[in-house]
């Protein structure tokens, strides 16, 4: 269900670029999920939930240190709202496949142009700044289960402002 309101929704008209040619955002309303939040705010109220861990997406990544709430034990009282937006993160076929192999895995057989690698549930519909330690990540090569795109200081910087402050929450 959840493929088919996508394409049902697909515009590539409202595309929206990202990091890099390969990469682009869609921004649909999140009015057939229940997905929620998972970018809070650090206050020193809760600051203390804080956790950190290393962390790879499978087997074949190297692990890296993440930063994040764990979702148990964020309050009942105040749970996560309903995201309005789901952001897409698409990469082109062309892209996945070279990740792909450089990885070792077999070459899927789907052609559609574009494929999902990430679904981000959000308040907003627009980017924000990817945490700099995936932006680091993208930078080691495909064979490390990166996209290969070199670090933009800039960028970067950005990010790092903005998860200064921030945390995800996950399980």
Not at 34 to 57: F, M, T
Not at 132 to 161: Q, V
């Amino acid at each position: 269900e959840f493929e088919d309101v996508v394409n049902a929704r697909y515009d590539e008209s409202l595309l929206k670029d990202g990091y890099a040619p390969f990469c682009k955002h869609l921004f649909i309303v999140n009015d057939f999920t229940g997905a929620r939040v998972n970018v809070l705010s650090i206050y020193p109220e809760n600051e203390s939930l804080l956790r950190s861990r290393y962390e790879a997406r499978n087997e074949k990544e190297l692990p890296v240190l993440s930063r994040y709430f764990p979702e148990n034990l964020m309050s009942t009282d105040e749970p996560l709202p309903v995201a309005k937006y789901l952001d897409l993160i698409l990469y082109s076929r062309e892209q996945i496949n070279k990740e792909s192999a450089a990885m070792g895995n077999d070459k899927l057989e789907e052609t559609a142009p574009w494929g999902i690698v990430s679904i981000k549930a959000r308040e907003i519909d627009y980017e924000i700044p990817m945490t700099p330690i995936t932006a680091m990540r993208n930078a080691l090569g495909k064979e490390e289960g990166s996209s290969g795109i070199p670090l933009d200081r800039d960028s970067y910087m950005k990010a790092y402002k903005y998860w200064d402050n921030h945390a995800v929450v996950t399980k």
